[in-house]
């Protein structure tokens, strides 16, 4: 790594109707290096690499590129400018070959005016660079793309930036969706690419990440650039923390709630063929329930089930007192049950809706007479919901716009809305910064507080020990343990999680 910036920008401000996403932010990216960009969201991480991609122009400042002043029109004059930027949202076409996506934009020719595509040196070429990664061996060049795991897809993308030799690499959120395993060899692959002189802008909820891979980092808040600082001189993940929220950490989890009364969800002998087996626990009014529990312990099916999504083959449920058996969600909403899925922009929200409508979808029934919606009183609703919940942003405008924060508080709002005093949380803080996680974690105790059950499922048990009340471990769909309070321990969450994974010896005869 040089002190010498392949790209800076000086001052830059761009503003949104009725927002201002950057004011006066100043960047440098060094020659071979690798910069973390952190922030909550909101906190102008998007724009300020939309700008640096070409798909924004700012409204004032400068942008210079290998000392150059530059001023992009579009993404292609970034890419022209050796600036290329992998999204979240994989840019991968799925019906053509890997080597097809490897090349894409690029592709070789032969022929006399070069005007023949060439799936021989494509098929090299893509080879060639993926043997490079360290991917020749699990990748196939000739393969369908359709068929590769999300952590292959980064892979190809990075290739594509390879082949058109690119000096920058912007990666957005690039390890949301992998497994440690396949994180693990993203940042291997990163590490690689900077010690080869490439130089990359690296963006990530995920701090620990951050500070194991970043030689700089920057921290952004309110479209305000805080500080830029070397990774030595960075204490820890909490350190980075309390700049991003600009308060002391130890504000990360309210008190809990301390009113706890009757049981208000009683689940007993609950069972489903495949997927988990006899599963009993009750809930109170008051109470945060936590589940621990590794990937495929049968967590969220036991969540679907209680709600009524996926059918139970035995058991028992008992809502305030009364015998119920979820037949539909339908079934489990009328009962007062409220389920925020885990993957919310899937099964949580309509995108296309506006955050009014996706407030009222729960509670329609509620808001007009005669099978006639009332759309004065769904605004007047969802006003006072999202002043509740203080929702930031257009309430009117399209879900899809929100940022994660947001659109996990409209899931909630839908379920505050229908009058639901259960509320399953199923992975809620997945994919959202950190100040969007501190909200949500108060919204979770004052929903406590005002008599509600909460089931929390969490895969973080930082977040389980300090928001539940107690913790139900699961393995391989049964439950292993359950701990209250006093007894919490991250050695015992984790072997109990492990107990139906580890082999029991043979006892001799």
């Known amino acids: 790594m040089t002190t010498e910036p392949i790209i800076a920008v000086d001052r830059v401000t761009k503003k949104f109707p009725g927002v201002t996403a950057l004011s006066g932010v100043s960047f440098a990216l060094r020659r071979g290096e690798i910069h973390g960009l952190v922030g909550e969201n909101g906190a102008g991480k998007t724009t300020l690499i939309r700008i640096l991609s070409g798909d924004y122009r700012p409204d004032e400042g400068t942008l210079t590129v290998a000392g150059k002043p530059a001023a992009f029109g579009s993404p292609s004059d970034a890419r022209r400018r050796g600036i290329v930027t992998i999204f979240q949202e994989l840019t991968i076409v799925p019906w053509l070959s890997v080597a097809e996506n490897v090349v894409l934009g690029s592709e070789p020719t032969v ?15 893509a080879g060639d660079i993926l043997a490079r990664l360290g991917a020749g061996s699990r990748i196939d060049p000739r393969g369908p793309a359709h068929a590769l795991s ?26 949301a ?41 920057t921290v952004l808040r309110g479209g305000r650039h805080v500080a830029t600082r070397d990774r030595s001189a960075i204490e820890g993940a909490g350190q ?18 301390e009113k706890l009364g009757e049981v208000i969800l009683s689940v007993r002998g609950l069972s489903r063929r495949g997927a988990f087996e006899n599963i009993s626990f009750d809930v109170r009014r008051g109470e945060v ?8 312990a049968g967590r969220t099916e036991v969540m679907r089930a209680v709600f009524g999504a996926d059918a139970a083959d035995e058991g028992e449920i008992v809502k305030a007192g009364q015998r119920f058996r979820a037949q539909g969600p339908r079934h489990a909403i009328a009962a007062g049950i409220g389920y925020l899925p885990e993957d919310r922009k899937e ?7 506006s955050g009014q ?36 942003g257009l309430i009117e405008a399209p879900a899809e716009t929100s ?107």
């Open 111 to 125: 022929g006399f005016g070069r005007q023949i595509y060439s799936r021989r040196r494509a098929n090299d070429q």
């Open 150 to 175: 999300t952590a292959q897809k980064q892979v190809v993308e990075i290739a594509r930036a390879l082949l058109r030799e690119a000096p920058v690499i912007i990666m957005d959120e690039p390890t």
């Open 177 to 217: 969706a992998l497994t440690n395993e396949e994180t693990e060899i993203l940042l291997r692959i990163m590490r690689q690419l900077r010690d080869e002189g490439r130089s990359i802008i690296f963006v990530s909820h995920r701090l620990n990440e951050i500070l194991e891979v970043a030689d700089r980092v």
């Open 240 to 257: 980075l923390i309390e700049l991003m929220i600009g308060r002391p950490l130890r504000e990360l989890f309210p008190p809990r709630n």
């Open 289 to 296: 329930l936590g589940f621990a529990g590794l990937i495929g």
């Open 347 to 353: 099964h949580g929200l309509v995108l296309a809706l």
């Open 357 to 392: 409508e996706n407030i009222a979808l729960a509670s329609m029934n509620r808001r007009g007479s005669s099978r006639l919606v009332s759309w004065a009183k769904v605004r007047s609703a969802a006003a006072e919901i999202s002043g509740r919940l203080q929702f930031r």
């Open 403 to 509: 940022s994660g924060g947001n659109q996990q508080k409209l899931v909630i709002g839908k379920w505050v809305a229908a009058g639901a005093d259960v509320l399953i949380f199923d992975e809620p803080t997945r994919g959202i910064d950190i100040g969007a996680k501190v909200e949500v974690y108060r919204l979770i105790q004052s929903l406590a507080a005002e008599g509600a059950g909460i089931i929390l499922v969490s895969s973080e048990l930082p977040e389980l020990m300090n928001v539940a009340h107690r913790i139900i471990v699961m393995s391989k769909g049964r439950i292993q343990d359950e701990l209250p309070l006093a007894e919490f321990e991250e050695r015992r969450i984790l072997t109990a999680a492990f107990a139906a994974h580890v082999a029991r010896p043979e006892v001799a005869a």
